[in-house]
Nanobody, 119 residues
Framework: QVQLVESGGGLVQAGGSLRLSCAAS????????MGWYRQAPGKQRELVAT???????DYADSVKGRFAISRDNAKNTVYLQMNSLKPEDTAVYYC?????????????WGQGTQVTVSS
């Protein structure tokens, strides 16, 4: 059973920084893609950033230039460095991973960590 555990959320003032961590219960080598999604109150969950097993990254336009996703395979952990935070970044951030087994796509989610940016 794959488990993803996020940490690093909290309250920060606008312009500040936070680093989120997502620790997987096993090796992350098997994941095709890992990433972060977020959901603000009353809004749909949206993609923030992803990183493939080969290290290719992708970002939502709203966070480009401010956020950076990275992975440490030795620690089975994915990070999201968030700089120049804005109040509109306030949301619950979820770690995500997917893989393909026996031809089927499987997705895994963490429990979420709250990020609150005050103005």
């Amino acid at each position: 059973q794959v488990q993803l555990v996020e940490s690093g959320g909290g309250l920060v003032q606008a312009g500040g920084s936070l680093r989120l961590s997502c620790a997987a219960s096993g090796s992350i080598f098997s994941f095709t893609r890992m990433g972060w999604y977020r959901q603000a109150p009353g809004k749909q969950r949206e993609l923030v950033a992803t990183i493939t097993s080969g290290g290719s990254t992708d970002y939502a336009d709203s966070v480009k230039g401010r956020f950076a996703i990275s992975r440490d395979n030795a620690k089975n952990t994915v990070y999201l460095q968030m700089n120049s935070l804005k109040p509109e970044d306030t949301a619950v951030y979820y770690c995500y991973a997917d893989d393909v087994k026996w031809g089927a796509l499987n997705d895994y989610w963490g429990q979420g960590t709250q990020v609150t940016v005050s103005s």
